[in-house]
Nanobody, 116 residues
Framework: QVQLVQSGGGLVQAGGSLGLSCAAS????????MAWWRQAPGKQRELVAR???????TYADGLKGRFANSRANSKNTLSLQMNNLKPEDTAVYYC??????????WGQGTQVTVSS
């Protein structure tokens, strides 16, 4: 199977930056697309960014330019750099991976809190 372990996140003031990482292990050769999602209190989980195995990244509306999603296949890691953070970015962030193996595969979630 595929296991995803997240790190990073935390508390930052508005306008600050944070980074998230997601390390994949197990049958990583089976992973195709990876993505970041977030879920704010009382809201549905929403897609933040996705990236193909080849490194083609797409972002949710309004996030491109502030968020940068990258992937290092050789290290089986996914990273999300978040800049100019806003209070509305406060949420639990999750990484996910789609693979040829039965899934879905999710990270454990990481809290990001942006204070005003």
């Amino acid at each position: 199977q595929v296991q995803l372990v997240q790190s990073g996140g935390g508390l930052v003031q508005a306008g600050g930056s944070l980074g998230l990482s997601c390390a994949a292990s197990g049958r990583t050769f089976s992973i195709n697309e990876m993505a970041w999602w977030r879920q704010a209190p009382g809201k549905q989980r929403e897609l933040v960014a996705r990236i193909s195995r080849a490194g083609s990244a797409t972002y949710a509306d309004g996030l491109k330019g502030r968020f940068a999603n990258s992937r290092a296949n050789s290290k089986n890691t996914l990273s999300l750099q978040m800049n100019n953070l806003k209070p509305e970015d406060t949420a639990v962030y999750y990484c996910s991976a789609s693979s040829t193996l039965p899934g879905p595969h999710w990270g454990q979630g990481t809290q990001v809190t942006v204070s005003s």
